[in-house]
């Protein structure tokens, strides 16, 4: 017992001793009972953040999600954007509802009014919302040997959601090579993204896919069921095309074999070098000392 109670005074005496050194340096410290907070959308929450070493301390609070940076307290102060629905203590900021776009990290920012003593924590938090019903992206039909790619998503989870997909009501394996059921398919999945990519698309593959999104809140969601045939290539298709294709260099060459029998590459070229004609006529008789032009040539 005794040992105890002079541990206690000992832990005690050191805490004080901190706080008393940081006080003499100006170096303050700030802290928060939880850095990750989540909440249900439209519930009550507060972000907690104490400090101590500061004779007069200055508090602000900045919101940051992506490119979205704003200041939801300045100098003790709520600022508009916030003013209805946030309050202010010394221990923290209370948010009287939440939403989604409140999702986002927070930092609690102490600072000196003279700009000597500065501190700061940060507190994620996740704004809790259920998946909605995912929409997905199924050809009705894809051709076996080829690369087919189908999707899905939902916009409204938060935390965002991850995906699974089923086959004929069988939920998918990541890896098809370790269940008989799916061993015949080649095939990767994605739960982050959605994306189950077929490579290369096989007979096995034909079927009714149904896609399902969670994220740890509410109840997991599925889309619709869509029929997927993976149907074998058109080999009659490919077949006529190639036959016309044939068909028509053919015409070509006869084309010109007929021209060229017929002479009628080399009357284009008579024609062309006849094109030009020489005329002369002679000298009419003209008297001594005199010079007149008589004669003429015409291109």
């Known amino acids: 017992m005794g040992t105890e109670v002079a541990t206690g005074r000992k832990l005690l005496f050191l805490v004080t001793s901190a706080n008393l050194f940081f006080l003499v340096l100006g170096k303050g410290t700030v802290y928060t009972s939880s850095s990750e907070v989540q909440v249900p959308e439209n519930k009550q929450v507060t972000l ?4 101590s070493g500061f004779t007069s301390p200055r508090v602000e609070w900045k919101f940051v ?41 927070y930092t609690c920012m102490v600072s000196e009014d003279n700009g000597n003593n500065y501190g700061e924590v940060q507190v994620q938090l996740t704004v809790l919302v259920p998946p909605s019903k995912p ?24 935390p965002p959601s991850e995906y699974s997909w089923f086959k004929d009501g069988v939920l998918m394996p990541d890896d098809p090579k370790n269940n008989r059921a799916f061993s ?5 999945l994605d739960h982050k ?17 149904t896609c399902q999104a969670q994220n740890g809140f509410g109840n997991p969601m599925r889309s619709d069921s ?17 036959l016309v294709t044939l068909i028509l260099l053919a015409l070509l060459i006869i084309g010109i074999w007929y021209a060229y029998s017929r002479g009628y590459f080399e009357r284009a070229k008579t024609k062309t070098s006849s094109s030009k004609k020489v005329i002369y006529s002679q000298p009419a008789a003209r008297s001594e000392g005199e010079f007149k032009q008589t004669s003429s040539f015409l291109v």
């Open 48 to 51: 907690s953040c104490t400090y």
């Open 184 to 188: 015949n398919s080649s095939y990767t």
């Open 65 to 105: 999600h992506g490119d979205t940076t704003r200041l939801v307290c300045y100098n003790n102060k709520i600022t508009a954007s916030y003013a209805d629905r946030v309050t202010f203590s010394p221990s923290g900021i209370t948010f009287s509802t939440v939403t989604r776009e409140d999702t986002g990290t």
């Open 135 to 158: 929409t997905v992206n199924i050809p009705s039909s894809a051709t076996i040997g080829t690369r087919t790619v189908l999707t899905c998503s939902e916009q409204d989870g938060s």
């Open 226 to 242: 869509v029929h997927m045939d993976a149907v074998e290539p058109n080999v009659g298709g490919i077949v006529a095309a190639v």
């Open 193 to 209: 993204t959605g994306e189950l990519i077929f490579s290369p698309l096989t007979t096995a593959d034909t079927g009714e896919y």
